[in-house]
């Protein structure tokens, strides 16, 4: 089935010829939303149709890269491009980074003019992507906000760019006259002979932004120009792609880096509409990968060890392509590959992979490495969640949407104003006391980066066939419903609190009594189903797919109150339950601390049965921890506390060290609001009581969690985890405990039963529990212990300390002496008559006799076990962390002229490198950021720098000398 070149709703153009070099030449009809396919259920409002109001926290972000657009020049964009053209540069910077001029002998080499790695540095071998991306963002921001000065750029881009293509084709070198770009086109004829990435560079990616840029000036400014540039590489893709057989092109997309092509099967798609030109929808199915496809499609796992954001892009296209065909396996694909990624390879703020690769399946706590969630890969997986919500109307699109675009993508803009940097992550990772690693000119996320914070307001409202109204997430905007004669406000005190406005303003046009309706969507954080309120009057909606649908008639001036209830809640991971990170209501928030191994929190005493997790006592005037006053704290000091560590909200920009995840753990057993002396002890694989109260499936009421106490007590003391009195202890914290949320109750006894209860005998009896009312008339509740348990064995107790203490940072920088202790609790023998062992990871039991020392540098698990007379087996476990050698670096310079390139590097084996600082002279110790130039001068000068790693350690500082100006060393 073919449906020919659908249009996207918003997306009519008129005329497709226009004058060589006119970027005056104009469309007269064109969209100011991005776009959206065809063949979806919802769409969005164009992007000046919606506005993000100035409280709401996405203003800030997106009004700093609005600066950014508005103030750089753009011959610095065009600068690569005239460079390789023969062009006068206008004395022009290149951006910087990846976006470079490349080797100086570099030429305007055709595609069989290979120079060789000594005149074609792989680091620059991408220009032109990061100005792709650049004109992008120029247009998004002209779509939003309709600022001329803004559409002027992207007129004066366009030209500069038609200049060049022209410019290319006028020297006879290429392949195609359509060729456009800031390099040679051996690149291209390299890949096509399965040239490895180092030689080459992705250099179809490149030609993806470009393109993509070019589409975005023309259907979201109406730039003709750029379409027409746009369909000439788009005659020069099909003309290198279709003189090429089928199995070339399979196993060129295949190669890592090398073969990325970024979203080329949605461009040359999107351009086969804009251009009319069938071809150009054959040429995006050149870009399927068919293994790729299929594995999708049949729901087959083969993203292991895959890079993560090679591939994200081709889902875009698939969709596209899906409805431009109509074929089921595209979508199929698309379905199939996104359950595979969300939520089982997804972190907590959104974002996936570790070193740009993806791990196992429904592994995240084991994928934590040191350089996570690539900013570029949320970038494109928000696209894909809001085609597939567009297409579909399902809520989880929207729930992960939601997740991804305030957590990570809005984290991932530094608080801080550039006229230069887009000031933003490329990796934002999720290892113990990381920092994300922002600024990021001429980078792939730096370019992405562009694109995210000048649209943020194209996916809160969609709108049907039916005219109905979607609310997708809770953001302070005003919406102009031009369809339906009215303006929609929307107040929200969201992400921190949960009550939401929308406000119906009709025009002079619009009658009172008008029927609408508006789906709300109800977020999987809430508690509970949100109330809805117009005046006094209390609405009753259907619950329909994750969105209430309130249908009535509307007046002028009208308020739809939505309460939602949020809870201080701790998520786990899929793959460790004791791993979990700290949200409130769509907000992750993260622990600030120097510690750059795992802290370890006492969540589980905190637990409720509603999944929250019970805060540090307020200031509040309340003086409760509920769910307003989790608020409160939120809105007056930024952050809550748990245990003492302070956790806010990870959107800020912020560029301080940061915890995703900890570790539930504690020392004593407690419940919220009743805490014990007794410690935590755990059995031989490593669980605790507590672990057992909370496991799944959860207790749902106060009845059910007594239940799960008794239970579980039981068992501890039969495996000899509590003693007698330890589990009277446990009982009576138990039975007060505020778990409901209602508030400490009142305690009862504890009694022996006369015999073993229930149908229980020795060891397997059962501790249960009966309500009463006392002479009060306060309902208590008592427990019930069979005397048998009060025969059962008391394990050892057993320790592990280290003879030192670690660094602020949590790792030991020297390395620690193991001494294990163990208490024989029973009293029978004394310690004297224990056997304790001891094991490092998942190595053999061996014999403990006296403190020893780890054997060197490493993540050590060290577990320990002593067992009495009787058999009794105590457990303990520690995770030590040992670095003690000083990361490694060193200094590659490169000569330009008079000027040197000095670039640092680091390496570190064991925590990992977290900084390298340097200083020359007339500067002063300073953070490295990026390549820098130092002039040369007539004195020979001296550059020190050293690297510092996570643990803590500093290296010794290294020199660099810099001969005198004029000296050929």
Known sequence: MTRGNAMAWDAAVTGSAAVAGNAGARSDEYPSATGILSSAQLRPFPLDRVRIGDDSVFARAKNQMLHLARVYPVDRLLAVFRANAGLDTRDALAPGNWEDFGHPREQAWGEHDYPGRESAQTANLLRGHYAGHFLSMLS???????????????????AGLGDVQRALAATGRYSHPGFLAAYGEWQFSRLEDYAPYGEIWAPYYTTHKIMAGLLDAYELTGNVEA???????????????????????????????????????????????????????????????????????????????????????????????????????????????????????????????ESELWGPPNTVAGDIGHRNAETCATYNLLKIARHLFALTRE??????????????????????????????????????????????????????????????????????????????????????WREQHATVRMQTT???????????????????????????????????????????????????????????????????????????????????????????????????????????????????????????????????????????ALRADGAVHIDGVRFEPIWTGSDERYHMYVRAAGARIGFVGAETEVPVRVRHDGTSLLDDVWREPLPQTRAEFLDRVAATAAAARRDGLLSQDELVEVLRAAVTADVDGLGVHPGGAVLESDTDSGEASGDTAAVTWRESVDADGIRVVDWIVPPALAAAAIAPAVAITTGVLPAPSGWFTEVPMITVTADDLSGATGSAGLRVEVSLGEGDWMPYTAPFPLPGDGEHRVRARATDASGATGHASREVAVDTGAPVSQATVRRLGSSVEITLTATDEVSGVERIQWEGPGTFWATFQEAFVRALSDEEQIIEFAATDRAGNEEARQRLILPPRGDAS
């Open 227 to 353: 379409r027409e540039i746009a369909a000439s590489m788009g005659h020069w893709v099909a003309h290198r792609l279709t003189r090429l057989d089928h199995e070339r092109i399979q196993r060129m997309w295949s190669l890592y880096i090398a073969g990325e092509y970024g979203g080329m099967n949605e461009t040359m798609a999107r351009l086969s509409v804009v251009a009319d030109e069938p071809l150009f929808l054959d040429v995006a199915r050149l870009f399927d990968q068919d293994d790729l496809l299929a594995a999708g499609a049949e729901r087959r796992d083969v993203l292991t060890d895959m890079h993560a954001n090679q591939h994200l892009p081709q889902l875009i296209g698939y969709l596209h392509e899906y409805d431009l065909t109509g074929e089921r396996r595209y979508l199929d694909a698309v379905l199939g590959l996104w359950d595979q990624i969300v939520p089982g390879r997804t972190f907590a703020h959104g974002g996936t992979g």
């Open 395 to 480: 809520a989880r699109f929207m729930a992960y949407y939601e997740r991804g675009v305030l957590n990570h993508i809005l984290a991932s803009r530094r608080d801080v104003d550039s006229d230069t940097s887009p000031e933003v992550a490329y990796m934002f990772p999720v290892n113990p006391g990381t920092v994300a690693e922002f600024d990021n000119i001429g980078t792939c996320c730096g370019g992405t980066g562009l694109e995210n914070h000048v649209k943020y307001q194209d996916t809160i409202f969609f709108t049907s066939a039916d005219a109905e109204l979607w609310v997708s997430f809770f953001v302070p905007a005003t919406l102009d």
């Open 140 to 158: 998004l921001a002209y779509a939003g906000e309709r600022d001329e000065t803004l559409r002027a750029k992207v007129d004066e881009f366009v």
């Open 494 to 632: 969201q992400p921190l609190g949960g009550v939401t406005e929308l406000r119906i303003d009709g025009d002079d046009d619009f009658v009172d009594g008008t029927p609408l309706t508006l789906r709300i969507r109800v977020p999987e954080w809430t508690v509970g189903i949100p109330s809805l309120r117009v005046g006094d009057e209390t609405i009753t909606a259907a619950l329909d797919d994750g969105y209430l649908v309130v249908r009535r008639p509307w007046t002028s001036g009208e308020v739809l109150r939505i309460e939602t209830r949020s809870a201080l809640r701790a998520v786990s991971t899929p793959d460790d339950p004791t791993l979990q990170s700290i949200e409130f209501g769509p907000s992750v928030l993260v622990a600030r601390s120097a510690a750059t191994t795992a802290l370890d929190l006492p969540l589980a005493q905190r637990r409720r049965l509603d999944g929250s997790v019970r805060a540090d006592v307020f200031s509040a005037p309340s003086g409760t921890d509920s769910a307003d006053a989790v608020e409160a």
